[in-house]
């Protein structure tokens, strides 16, 4: 099924096309949103709604872009949102917490390892992604996309409706960024 | 406390930690969960949609109501007539109250 094809059936809310279209992207999208959530089950439920999004507005699609790339920047989106949302939960647990009588903290999150990291390097990569975290969010954006699904620069630049320059930019600062930090954690 | 050269080397090697990184395959049946989340949220729509309705068919009885009542107050009440104003002022506009033509 070429992409027009799919475009079209997924138009006329054909649960084949929708079907196919899930099996297509469910890998990238989930791997995307796990690296921004970093929780395997919140990461699950992001990459529902990205599919659940993109079943609502596919008829607004405009393909000024290829459907991969839409996807992408729906799942970037929707994780962004997510950790937005994760946030604010977050300062509203903080004022719960100060009348609870444990007097620490509680929801608070585990640390990430990532499933797919090789076990040499698990140690290094939940410091890793605890950096990560704190990157501003197109910083982070681009670093993810080419880390975790090794999209080209073109790729980024199109995902993030960016110029292939500015991406760069933002991958170097994204670098440099990290590696203050983690110079920083392992002087401590 | 490690020296520079060694927290360098180390924060350099945490960076390349994600290299050949294994995608992750997602839990199996993600496609009927997310079927069944779309009919869950269709469901929900409709149910919105029958509580508006139902509110809106409230507000406009509830006016045609307080109409009612106030129509039949002012028939109930002393000295007036419904209606009688407009007619008279009607009769006067269009002067069918002379007798303009009967000779």
């Known amino acids: 099924m070429n992409e027009n094809d799919l475009i079209t059936a997924l138009r006329h809310n054909n649960e084949n096309a929708f079907r196919f279209l899930v099996d297509r992207y469910q890998k990238s999208v989930f791997n995307i949103a796990l690296g921004f959530v970093q929780q395997k089950e919140n990461a699950e439920e992001v990459t529902q709604e990205v599919f659940i999004k993109v079943f609502e507005t596919i008829a607004g699609f405009k393909q000024d872009a290829k459907l991969s790339t839409w996807v992408y920047r729906i799942a970037v989106n929707q994780s962004l949102d997510f950790i937005r949302h994760t946030k604010r939960k977050k300062r509203f647990a903080i004022i719960t917490s100060m009348f609870n009588k444990a007097d620490e903290l509680i929801h608070q999150p585990p640390d990430f390892c990532h499933p797919g990291v090789v076990l040499e390097n698990k140690e290094q990569a939940t410091v890793l992604f605890k950096a990560i975290a704190q990157l501003p969010q197109s910083q982070k954006t681009a670093f993810l ?22 991406v760069e930019s933002h991958l170097f600062r994204a670098k440099a960024t990290l590696k203050k930090l983690l110079i920083n954690y392992y002087q401590a | 406390m490690k020296n520079a050269k060694e927290t360098e080397r180390l924060a350099e090697e945490t960076l390349n930690s994600l290299d050949n990184l ?81 000779y």
Do not use: W
């Open chain 1, 145 to 166: 996309l080419q880390k975790i699904d090794g999209c080209s620069q073109q790729k980024i630049a199109a995902i993030m409706q960016l110029t292939e320059g500015a």
């Open chain 2, 22 to 102: 294994q995608t992750i395959e997602p839990e199996p049946f993600l496609f009927t969960r997310i079927q069944s989340r779309i009919a869950r949220k269709n469901e929900a729509a409709i149910i919105q949609n029958r509580v508006s309705m139902y509110r809106l068919a409230a507000v406009l009885i509830c006016i045609l109501f307080i109409n009612i009542i106030s129509y039949q107050a002012a028939l109930k009440a002393p000295g007036s007539k419904p209606g009688s104003d407009v007619k008279a002022a009607f009769a006067n506009e269009y002067h069918l109250e002379d007798n303009f033509y009967a």
